[in-house]
C-alpha cells in the first residue's frame, strides 16, 4: 500500500515540475489587440469620447447598459482621470495614465488579479474622414503554471469584449456625426 503512496506522490510532483517547466516557455506578457475603422468623423470627436470617461457611457457596454455601478473622480477627462466599476461584487479602478494627440493609455486595476495596460490608438487614413482606432491590451502574468496557460486562452476570453467597445464607439460616432 505505501508503495502505491510513494509513486502516486512522485509521480504527481513530477507531472507540476514537468508542467511548471513548459509553462515557462510560455511569454509572461499577453497583448490583445483589435481594430476597427470609423467612417465620417474627425479626430476632434473621437479624442473627445475617448479621453473623457464620462463619455464612454456612449459607447462602451460596461458603462452603457447599467449593468456595472460606475463612481467617477474628480477628475473625468485627461490625464489622471478615473473611475471606479463595481460588477458582480468586484471593483476596478480605471486611471488614464497618459493622453497624446494619437492615443489615450489607462491602465485597469482590480484586487487579486493582473494589471492590465491598455491604450486605445487612433490614426487618419488615407481617404477622407476615415480613421483606424486600435484598442491594445497587455496583461503581465506571474511565472505560476495556471496563469501561464490562462496566457493561451487570453485573446479568445478578453477579444470579444474589446470588439463589443470599439463597435460601440464606432456605431455612436457615426450615427451621431
Same mark, same amino acid.
Given at each position: ?7 502516486? @506522490? ?11 517547466l513548459l ?5 509572461s506578457n ?86 492590465i495596460e ?38 479568445? @476570453? ?20
Amino acid at each position: 500500500m505505501m508503495r502505491f503512496i510513494k509513486a502516486f @506522490i512522485f509521480g504527481i510532483t513530477g507531472l507540476f515540475i514537468v508542467i511548471t517547466l513548459l509553462s515557462l516557455l510560455i511569454t509572461s506578457n499577453v497583448r490583445v489587440s483589435r481594430a476597427t475603422v470609423i467612417n465620417n468623423t474627425s479626430l476632434d470627436k473621437l479624442y473627445q469620447q475617448i479621453a473623457d470617461l464620462k463619455n464612454w457611457q456612449n459607447w462602451h457596454p460596461i458603462f452603457k447598459t447599467g449593468v456595472a455601478v460606475i463612481n467617477f473622480g474628480k477628475v473625468t477627462a485627461g490625464k489622471n482621470a478615473a473611475c471606479d466599476i463595481v460588477y458582480n461584487n468586484k471593483t476596478t479602478h480605471l486611471l488614464i495614465t497618459g493622453t497624446d494627440s494619437s492615443s489615450i493609455k489607462f491602465i485597469l486595476k482590480s484586487a487579486g488579479e493582473n494589471d492590465i495596460e491598455n491604450a486605445i490608438n487612433f490614426a487618419p487614413l488615407t481617404s477622407a474622414r476615415e480613421i483606424r482606432v486600435e484598442w491594445r491590451a497587455l496583461t503581465k502574468l506571474h511565472w505560476y503554471p495556471w496563469e501561464k496557460v490562462y496566457a493561451i486562452f487570453i485573446d479568445k @476570453i478578453t477579444g470579444p469584449g474589446y470588439d463589443a467597445a470599439l463597435n460601440g464607439l464606432k456605431d455612436f460616432i457615426e450615427k451621431n456625426p
